[in-house]
């Protein structure tokens, strides 16, 4: 299998091949999980000790409690995450698809406005984006809460589907429509396949990001929306470490899996990435 | 079987540039009918309108009388195969031939069988399980045939099936295209920018220049009967020597030459064609002979090609190409005698600018 081969040597970068990554890797995203873990069962931790003197369950009993809000703030995050990230797809899609199999006037101007909220910080629209959410009633509610995530999102997802069209022959499509399939078949059978280590990659990002926001929600949430990283804050603020640890533990545990799970599309095997390079 | 037809086909992008002019053609049902005509002429365009791929600026195509303008490419029963084959890379072997009847919803146990069938047919029998990635480029053509032919279409149409192919695989493909199509009698399209290509395998070749039809007839006609000097030179290199015509007299710069074509030519302006293999080489004066001197040559197993200047002094010099079977050996700087053949002469007519040629 010469071509496989290659398209792996032309792609694979040399550090891939040494034999300290993966465990610069485990150091690099495993160490700093280690002092969270011991203080979530810290009881007292102090100075110069340097493993907890008492250990103690409060924090887990706590985080598990019904009073916590924990099982809700997850729930909020999840669903708003998903939603999200589907969104983003469905948004994104469309821009990729156009961005990047076609020339047309004004590319270079929309490719910069889709780039603006990755590169300026959101919180300088947020306040306008929080008065004009007031006036239409999408303040405080959910839908309002998925709708801005939108704005620091969809830079990444349209990105990496541009990036994804660029390196995609339109002819399949041509291909599958005069071998008998409909338009929705060419989607779903040509298309989607096609695309979707890419749509992956967009989502892990749309998702992570959509994830970790802390500012957004609360500002456009008012309180009303209660996701993880807004317990957490107000956790961290409260001094209280062992349950702040805990909660952290909580907070990153989907975001890792859901990495692990979708690795394999990030390696540059199958050019999602790989095309980054023709923007 | 269907019948192609296009009706003053015109495809333009933006304003100006038209990629398909005025075309006009008849694809009869059951042959192989060639587009022929260097790189960026169209062709392909052509191609994709009849797929319905792209919509034709202006003009018709009609199968079989019906008119398919409206008709969207799922249903034409138009099947064409693209110049890289386009095999779905995430389908294996099987399921991208079984692709076309998977989309019309027909039961597994069938399609599998027609699946296995066209594997024997294409010679790929116990390749279903592979992934495109680990056939040959001469397989994954053969696979993109099947996956064509299985939905059974009224037209095939295939772009450039022959060029990524190296010379023996050429040779195998061109011999099972041809052996399945007289099999199956589909009327069959094929694109080419190669003249070879489109002799051995079409029965009726159409030379397309810049999007304009040149000629339409049977591949000996090119050979033989040209209508005009580019398509002359795009069917090999041939002495073109200009002159004009009186009844079965030619009189040229070189010398005068009697004619003895098959076709009725008015008097007048011509330019007088005949093709390398066919100059006669002697070392001695005859009838109607022209001497000339050998400035170089050119040794290609079954013969040599020879570039020789016309030395009569009372008239200008020419440079003329002739064929020699190898064992004639003459050197570079030998006095040689050029005879042409009257039946092997063909006239192009010439408009008004004789004077100035």
């Given at each position: 299998m010469p071509e496989t081969a290659k398209s792996l040597g032309a792609s694979a970068h040399p550090f891939t091949r040494s034999p300290l990554l993966l465990p610069l890797i485990l150091v690099s995203v495993v160490a700093p999980l280690i002092p969270l873990l011991i203080w979530s069962f810290a009881h007292r931790w102090f100075f110069p000790a340097v493993l907890p003197t008492e250990w103690s369950l409060r924090a887990w009993s706590y985080v598990?409690?019904?009073?916590?809000?924990?099982?809700?703030?997850?729930?909020?995050?999840?669903?708003?995450?998903?939603?999200?990230?589907?969104?983003?797809?469905?948004?994104?899609?469309?821009?990729?698809?156009?961005?990047?199999?076609?020339?047309?006037?004004?590319?270079?101007?929309?490719?910069?406005?889709?780039?603006?909220?990755?590169?300026?910080?959101?919180?300088?629209?947020?306040?306008?984006?929080?008065?004009?959410?007031?006036?239409?009633?999408?303040?405080?509610?959910h839908l309002?809460?998925?709708?801005?995530?939108?704005?620091?999102?969809?830079?990444?997802?349209?990105?990496?589907?541009?990036?994804?069209?660029?390196?995609?022959?339109?002819d399949f499509e041509g291909q599958a429509r005069t071998l008998g399939a409909r338009p929705g078949q060419v989607f779903w059978h040509v298309t989607l396949p096609a695309i979707w280590p890419g749509l992956m990659v967009g989502g892990l990002f749309a998702f992570i990001i959509s994830w970790s926001q802390y500012l957004l929600t609360l500002l456009i949430g008012g309180g009303q929306v209660i996701t993880l990283p807004v317990l957490l804050f107000a956790f961290a603020n409260s001094g209280d470490n062992a349950i702040t640890a805990a909660l952290s533990l909580v907070f990153i545990a989907p975001a890792l899996l859901l990495f692990l799970f979708t690795s394999r599309y990030l390696t540059g095997r199958n050019a999602a990435l790989g095309g980054l390079g023709k923007l | 079987m269907t019948e192609v037809?296009?009706?003053?086909?015109?495809?333009?992008?933006?304003?100006?540039?038209?990629?398909?002019a005025d075309l006009s053609l008849v694809a009869p049902c059951g042959q192989i009918t060639a587009l022929l005509g260097p790189s960026g002429c169209g062709k392909t365009t052509v191609l994709k309108m009849i797929a319905g791929l792209l919509p034709p600026t202006s003009g018709d195509i009609t199968f079989d009388g019906q008119s398919v303008r409206l008709v969207p490419p799922e249903k034409r029963g138009a099947v064409m195969a693209f110049q890289n084959h386009l095999l779905f890379p995430h389908l294996n072997v099987a399921d991208n031939i079984a692709f076309g009847l998977k989309m019309r919803g027909e039961p597994g146990a069938a399609t599998r069988q027609r699946v296995e069938e066209m594997l024997e047919l294409v010679r790929l029998t116990g390749y279903g399980r592979r992934q495109p990635h680990q056939l040959s480029g001469g397989q994954k053509q053969r696979v993109a045939l099947a996956r064509a032919l299985i939905v059974q279409p009224k037209v095939l149409l295939l772009d450039e099936p022959l060029s990524n192919l190296d010379a023996h695989l050429r040779n195998e493909m061109r011999d099972l295209i041809l052996s399945l199509q007289r099999q199956l009698?589909?009327?069959?399209?094929?694109?080419?920018?190669?003249?070879?290509?489109?002799?051995?395998?079409?029965?009726?070749?159409?030379?397309?220049?810049?999007?304009?039809?040149?000629?339409?007839?049977?591949?000996?006609?090119?050979?033989?009967?040209?209508?005009?000097?580019?398509?002359?030179?795009?069917?090999?290199?041939?002495?073109?020597?200009?002159?004009?015509?009186?009844?079965?007299?030619?009189?040229?710069?070189?010398?005068?030459?009697?004619?003895?074509?098959?076709?009725?030519?008015?008097?007048?302006?011509?330019?007088?064609?005949?093709?390398?293999?066919?100059?006669?080489?002697?070392?001695?004066?005859?009838?109607q002979s022209v001497p000339g001197r050998v400035l170089s040559h050119v040794y290609a197993g079954t013969h040599t090609r020879f570039k020789i200047a016309t030395t009569d002094p009372a008239l200008p010099p020419l440079e003329l190409l002739a064929d020699a079977a190898s064992q004639r050996r003459f050197r570079d700087g030998d006095t040689v005698f050029l005879h042409f053949p009257p039946e092997k002469i063909w006239l192009i007519e010439e408009p008004e600018n004789f004077a100035t040629n």
């Open positions: 598990f409690s019904d009073s916590s809000q924990v099982a809700a703030a997850l729930g909020n995050s999840t669903a708003v995450a998903l939603a999200v990230t589907v969104l983003s797809a469905v948004i994104g899609l469309p821009a990729g698809r156009a961005l990047g199999l076609y020339e047309f006037r004004g590319k270079t101007a929309v490719l910069f406005l889709i780039l603006t909220p990755a590169i300026m910080p959101v919180i300088a629209v947020a306040m306008g984006i929080h008065v004009a959410f007031l006036r239409i009633g999408l303040a405080d509610s309002g809460v998925v709708l801005v995530h939108l704005v620091p999102v969809l830079p990444y997802m349209v990105l990496t589907l541009t990036s994804v069209f660029a390196n995609y022959n339109l | 037809q296009l009706h003053s086909l015109n495809k333009q992008y933006g304003n100006q540039h038209h990629a398909v009698g589909i009327t069959t399209i094929v694109v080419t920018h190669d003249q070879e290509e489109a002799v051995i395998l079409a029965d009726r070749v159409a030379l397309i220049f810049e999007g304009k039809l040149q000629q339409v007839g049977e591949p000996a006609d090119f050979y033989e009967r040209p209508l005009t000097e580019p398509i002359a030179r795009f069917f090999g290199s041939v002495n073109f020597i200009p002159g004009v015509k009186h009844g079965s007299c030619i009189e040229t710069s070189i010398g005068s030459f009697s004619w003895a074509g098959a076709v009725d030519v008015p008097d007048g302006p011509v330019k007088l064609t005949i093709r390398p293999e066919s100059v006669l080489l002697s070392d001695c004066q005859q009838e």
